[in-house]
């Protein structure tokens, strides 16, 4: 019942945020993206597309799963939104799973896919969170899987997250908070499944992110929230944001396998995905070697820079939060 009276207040939140986006966006902060519709999710059951990922091992095939009240399970969509197959993963569960990932399993070459079970409305409501690791099937027919499961904590207490990426150079796990303050969490280099994994912050995310992914080359990672994508040098230096379709409820992004794009996804049936080019800027290489994570005077030195915030961002989210203050106010006295 608490978990959906949070999943209420995040959804009055957005609608707030966005009744209130064209009146306090008077000067526009970002052109317009050419973006292109790359296809639509036609399967009546994608109602809640909350994680997006190419496939590793199965050309013009795409991952995606629904949210929270889901069965644990992943579709495998065509490049026309056409669902080839449903994994239903055995020894799962799915709570509140808000994301995934893709990488490459560096000894056999094998795709892996990465499920995040990382939703927590109340930001502590659940004693750990989960990730689940599955090798990508082979044939994509419709089959039952297995899953190595992650537990995991914040070495600073409970967080609502909704984004996961992993590093294609190391395969470190990363997980981001989706906070009006939001951060990017590093996983240890070695998962145990034995104990709980500790996620200690490593810098600073854009606010209320939804989703986040590394570059195919590592070289870069983006952060997505409702209204645009930020992208990072991976040491939590900013790039340059990029302007985003506007979208039912904007939930997933994701690279395309060349890195010259971005794939951007909602939640809803018969969701739409787009494809957005990475501006040039940010396809150049740094010229010097990127750090895996930044210090912890490194992050308050570019806290500004790591969020992306802007006086856009904060217009937006002060008459989202006062629009929320009062869907609160409305509940605790129906509550009494």
């Known amino acids: 019942m608490m978990d959906r009276v ?5 959804k009055a939140v957005l609608a707030t945020a ?5 009146v306090l966006l008077a000067a526009p902060a970002l052109a317009a993206a050419p973006e292109e519709r790359l296809f639509t999710m036609d399967d009546p059951r994608i109602t809640e597309s909350s994680g997006l990922a190419v496939s590793p091992g199965h050309k013009g095939i795409y991952y995606t799963h629904n949210d929270s009240s889901a069965a644990p399970e992943f579709f495998a969509v065509d490049s026309r939104g056409r669902t080839k197959a449903v994994f239903r993963i055995q020894n799962a569960q799915a709570r509140d799973w808000e994301a995934m990932a893709a990488s490459t399993d560096p000894q056999t070459g094998r795709g892996v896919l990465w499920f995040a079970d990382i ?17 990508e099937p082979t044939t994509l027919r419709d089959g039952v899987v297995r899953a190595v499961r992650y537990r995991f904590k914040y070495s600073v207490g ?11 150079r190391t395969g470190r796990l990363f997980v981001v908070s989706k906070e009006f303050a939001g951060a990017v969490y590093a996983a240890p280099r070695k998962l145990r499944t034995g104990r709980v994994n500790i996620l200690r912050k490593v810098a600073e995310a854009p606010i209320m992110a939804t989703d986040a992914a590394y570059a195919p080359d590592g070289q870069s990672y983006v952060v997505r929230t409702y209204f645009s994508a930020t992208i990072f040098r991976p040491g939590g230096e900013m790039i340059t944001k ?12 994701t690279f395309t396998p060349d890195g010259t794009s971005l794939l951007v996804g909602s939640e809803g049936v018969n ?12 396809l150049s290489k740094p010229t010097a070697s990127p750090k895996p994570a930044a210090s912890a005077s490194r992050v308050s030195d570019t806290a500004e820079a790591g969020r992306g915030l802007t006086a856009q961002d904060v217009l937006i989210w002060l008459g989202a939060a ?3 203050t009062g869907v609160i106010a409305f509940i605790a006295r129906r509550s009494r």
């Open 271 to 282: 969701s739409p995905v787009y494809r957005v080019p990475v501006p040039a800027r940010a």
């Open 242 to 253: 990029v302007a985003m379709p506007q979208l039912k409820q904007a939930e997933s992004i």
């Open 119 to 135: 939703g927590d409305n109340l930001d502590g409501a659940w004693p750990d969170i989960s990730v689940y690791k599955v090798t």
């Open 6 to 10: 949070g999943d209420l207040l995040t």
């Open 158 to 168: 409970g967080r609502n997250a909704e984004g996961i990426m992993v590093d294609p």
């Open 322 to 324: 006062a629009g929320a």
């Open 18 to 22: 966005l009744a209130c986006a064209p």
